[in-house]
């Protein structure tokens, strides 16, 4: 079993930045893939930004909606996963779920809510 924990998030004003991390614990495990997605109410999941390794080596992914104001970082020796939101729209409120892939199946986190007023 992998545990994701996510933290940060919270409230911030349009145009502002929030950073966000994911710590994962549990056993040893290779991961395919590791990121964030968030959710509204009444919408779908979509996913936000990820890792993906292939031989060794690891490749940032964004979803239209965010490039050039979102970026993703990692720490493989902290297992941790940083999601930097900048300059904030108000659609950008939502719910923020890290998540990664692995040969043993998709896990998640709990969830960490984020606002933007605007």
């Known amino acids: 079993q992998v545990q994701l924990e996510e933290s940060g998030g919270g409230l911030a004003q349009a145009g502002g930045s929030l950073r966000l991390s994911c710590a994962a614990s549990?056993?040893?495990?290779?991961?395919?893939?590791m990121g964030w997605f968030r959710q509204v109410p009444g919408k779908e999941r979509e996913v936000v930004a990820h890792?993906?390794?292939?031989?060794?080596?690891?490749?940032?992914g964004y979803a239209n909606s965010v490039k050039g104001r979102f970026a993703i970082s990692k720490d493989n020796a902290e297992n941790k996963v940083d999601l930097h939101l900048n300059i904030l729209p108000p659609a950008a409120t939502a719910v923020y779920y890290c998540s990664s892939d692995t040969p043993s199946g998709r896990f998640w986190g709990q969830g960490i809510q984020v606002t933007v007023s605007s």
């Open positions: 549990g056993r040893t495990v290779t991961y395919v893939t």
């Open positions: 890792f993906t390794w292939y031989n060794g080596a690891a490749s940032a």
